[in-house]
């Protein structure tokens, strides 16, 4: 679904997700048209399931949708504001590629106004005739955001060494950088990700407890068993996509050494042998906040960073 022409962002967007729980007697095909989204997953799992230790304190931003699961969009159900914010950028900017949602309109960058109901398409602008509605969108986004910015300059970090998380794998998904982070197949197949042959971006993490952690780099996803200097092959188009990421060939790269660069510094780097699939370094790492960037690099020093990398803490 697209607006007008010139529009940033559709914000109509249909997501199906699909539950099927013999045991709890969702088997009946339903389709419900009420509006939900992704931050009502967590409440209606907890619901579905009884959970009883969840925090007073504990705010969720979705609502529990059991019963609609249960009784179908026919019942009656409150009105409410959803917001998508399609960012891919490092530090957030207000509106953009947003929407405010509601079960009949849609506010699209703060400024398109849809009647969902009469115009799923999204074909005809009617801001201009319903300035009360938005206004109304307006706010709720701005109370959003105001809640939302002091939070920005806190920086997620994945944790390791966590007792009931031992081994974790950490992807170029989540590079922190001012370049978009390569988030598909397609950019890792291709795309070197590196400005002035230089890799720019690192994993932000939390060691947990100090001690000795293996550090397994990876050009390629384990499950792909595929050397780092390796390229991989044209595969097949998936039916129904127009046109998946695996026809894109996967690069492959001259690399000569895998370096361990942690918190800027390179503490450590190895020859890549022939055919190998992975390079595993040994590093001691203290508890708290640090920077984890490795690199694969080639001769004349060019870098692209290790898009894979499974760390778990040394026994």
Do not use: C
Request: hydrophobic fraction near 35%.
């Amino acid at each position: 679904m697209r607006g007008k022409k010139g529009s940033a962002y559709d914000g109509g967007h249909r997501v199906p997700f699909i539950i099927h729980w013999p045991d709890g007697k969702l088997t009946e095909k339903k389709s419900i048209k009420i509006l939900t989204g992704f931050v009502d997953i967590v409440p209606t799992l907890l619901d579905l399931t009884g959970s009883e230790n969840i925090p007073a304190s504990l705010k969720f931003d979705g609502t529990s949708i059991k019963e609609l699961l249960y009784k179908g969009d026919s019942i009656a159900w409150p009105a409410r504001y959803l917001i998508t914010d399609s960012q891919r950028v490092r530090d957030p900017i207000k509106w953009r590629g947003s929407s405010v949602m509601s079960q009949k309109w849609r506010l699209i960058n703060g400024k398109e106004l849809y009647d969902i109901t009469a115009d799923p398409g999204q074909k005809n602008n009617i801001a201009a005739a319903h300035p009360e509605q938005v206004q109304a969108m307006r706010q709720f986004y701005e109370d959003w955001w105001a809640e939302l910015e002091p939070t920005f300059s806190q920086t997620t970090e994945i944790h390791l060494g966590h007792p009931k998380a031992p081994v974790v794998t950490l992807t170029g998904h989540d590079w922190i950088q001012e370049r978009l982070p390569p988030w598909n197949q397609g950019h890792v197949r291709n795309d070197p990700a590196t400005k002035d042959g230089k890799h720019q971006g690192h994993w932000a993490v939390k060691v947990i407890e100090t001690g000795t952690y293996n550090l397994e780099m990876r050009r390629w996803p384990k499950e792909a068993d595929t050397a780092i200097t390796a390229g991989l092959p044209v595969e097949s188009n998936v039916p129904g996509a127009s046109k998946a990421f695996s026809t894109k060939p996967g690069k492959a790269f001259p690399f000569t050494s895998a370096v361990m660069r942690l918190n800027g510094k390179d503490i450590a780097s190895k020859n890549i042998p022939e055919w190998a699939t992975q390079v595993t370094f040994t590093a001691e790492l203290t508890e708290g906040s640090h920077q984890l960037a490795p690199v694969f690099t080639t001769a004349d020093g060019k870098e692209v960073g290790a898009y894979y990398l499974i760390v778990s803490k040394a026994e």
